[in-house]
Nanobody, 118 residues
Framework: QVQLVESGGGLVQPGGSLRLSCAAS????????MGWYRQAPGKQRELVAK???????NYADSVKGRFTISRDNAKNTVYLEMNSLKPEDTAKYYC????????????WGQGTQVTVSS
């Protein structure tokens, strides 16, 4: 079983920055895609950004140019650098990983709250 532990959320003013981290631990052969999703109250969970093990990445249109996802494969850790934060970025952010350990499966972290407010 793989555990994902997120950190770095908090309260920030509009225009500010935060950096989220997510570290994977446990038993696995490999992790293909790692990414961040978010869910605001009353809304569906949505993709923010994801990065594959080879380095390619995808972003939601709403965060392009403001957020940067990166990955340290040696540490099994994914980061999300968030700049120029807006109130509409307020949500609980969840880390996701596509794990291979005899079979492929998705696993999720517990989430970290990001609140953008003055």
């Amino acid at each position: 079983q793989v555990q994902l532990v997120e950190s770095g959320g908090g309260l920030v003013q509009p225009g500010g920055s935060l950096r989220l981290s997510c570290a994977a631990s446990g038993r696995f052969f490999s992790i293909n895609t790692m990414g961040w999703y978010r869910q605001a109250p009353g809304k569906q969970r949505e993709l923010v950004a994801k990065v594959i093990s080879g380095g390619g990445s995808n972003y939601a249109d709403s965060v392009k140019g403001r957020f940067t996802i990166s990955r340290d494969n040696a540490k099994n850790t994914v980061y999300l650098e968030m700049n120029s934060l807006k109130p509409e970025d307020t949500a609980k952010y969840y880390c996701n990983a596509e794990v291979y350990y005899g079979e492929h499966y998705d696993t999720w972290g517990q989430g970290t709250q990001v609140t953008v407010s003055s």
